[in-house]
């Protein structure tokens, strides 16, 4: 089972990582600023990897505790969830980096709302898969 729960983590991350980088991109075009600074490619997929991993041993873990599957899918989903809205409280109380690039320093008000979405990334990606690795 556990294995199950290991592809789709890894599987997940890495789409996760992908839609990341393809958001920051789409954001740099559209608002002129470069925040990528502080969320290049290997920070998102290691951030992304690390939701997914953290997840996938949680929810083995519960599912071998609890034999009733849809209480332990239920439960590994509400953590997730918890943990992807605890994630936006803890970037918005987060400090502001410091940017080399001048613009970006200059509209450093804007960096949290653009980190905010990175939050519910991987948990998506995690429950959009999964019905393809997990059997209900």
């Not at 209480?71 to 109380?93: C, P, R, T």
Request: aromatic share 18%.
């Amino acid at each position: 089972m556990f294995k199950s729960f290991f592809f789709l983590a890894v599987v997940s991350g890495i789409f996760s990582s992908l839609v990341s980088l393809i958001y920051s991109a789409v954001y740099k075009s559209m608002v002129e600023i470069d925040f990528t600074e502080a969320t290049g490619y290997l920070h998102l997929l290691n951030f992304s990897l690390m939701i997914t991993l953290g997840i996938s041993i949680l929810s083995a873990g519960i599912t071998a505790v609890i034999k009733k599957k849809s209480v332990a899918a239920f439960l590994s989903n509400f953590i997730l969830s918890g943990f992807s809205i605890a994630l936006v409280f803890y970037i918005l109380k987060m400090d502001d980096p410091i940017f080399k690039n001048k613009d970006s320093m200059d509209m450093i008000d804007y960096f949290k709302t653009y980190m905010i979405p990175f939050a519910f990334i991987p948990a998506l990606s995690w429950f959009s898969f999964k019905p393809l690795f997990i059997n209900s």
